[in-house]
T-cell receptor, first 109, second 114 residues
């Protein structure tokens, strides 16, 4: 099956800093989603982005499908951005999401 | 529009018991998927239901089962609980079966097996 690798595994920032999270995947995908898992465990949808670039406030994402990677940008980090960020993909032959292992982001005040 | 809801939110069981978790999808969504999250294995796909039929199944033993009702609500059952079944169980709903359909997750049920 498809492999999904996220980097870095852990990231500690000061409030106000910018960050880039990366997701590499091993095969073609027709669905890619970024999630933020809050401290209570819920996965919050950030982006559906199998290709191209999207922006939502301080967050933006870019997926280069031909090179099999996606980037999540967080600008002007806030303490409420802390949590785990997951990338999840659906490969062309499957319907379920395959998740990466996540990036644990800690934003310090 | 209300999001995906899951009940109960927390559950404590002992080894050998069975448990049933419930998931109500977003109104109009007909596909429901279940995932298990553990510190060691991360997020893993359990199964997917659409129109009351299991359409896809992950690599879990037969102790894990599920069903979907005509109103798209879904339940999953775990029989003969083991310590390793302690996990956060997440339910996700989507409009249908298209690969491009976005999945939306509920708050999860945290199961502890003692």
């Amino acid at each position: 099956g498809i492999q999904v690798e996220q980097s870095p595994p852990d990231l500690i920032l000061q409030e106000g800093a910018n960050s880039t999270l990366r997701c590499n995947f091993s095969d073609s995908v027709n669905n890619l989603q970024w999630f933020h898992q809050n401290p209570w465990g819920q996965l919050i949808n950030l982006f559906y982005i199998p290709s191209g670039t999207k922006q939502n406030g301080r967050l933006s994402a870019t997926t280069v499908a031909t090179e099999r990677y996606s980037l999540l940008y967080i600008s002007s980090s806030q303490t409420t951005d802390s949590g785990v960020y997951f990338c999840a993909v659906k490969e062309s032959s499957a319907r379920q999401l395959t998740f990466g292992s996540g990036t644990q982001l800690t934003v310090l005040p | 529009k209300a999001g995906v809801t899951q009940t109960p939110r927390y559950l404590i069981k002992t080894r050998g018991q069975q448990v049933t978790l419930s998931c109500s999808p977003i109104s109009g969504h007909r596909s429901v998927s279940w995932y298990q999250q553990t510190p060691g294995q991360g997020l893993q796909f359990l199964f997917e239901y659409f129109s009351e039929t299991q359409r896809n199944k992950g690599n879990f033993p037969g102790r894990f089962s599920g069903r979907q009702f005509s109103n798209s609500r879904s339940e999953m059952n775990v029989s003969t609980l083991e310590l390793g079944d302690s996990a956060l169980y997440l339910c996700a709903s989507s409009l249908g079966l298209l690969a491009q359909d976005t999945q939306y997750f509920g708050p999860g049920t945290r199961l502890t097996v003692l």
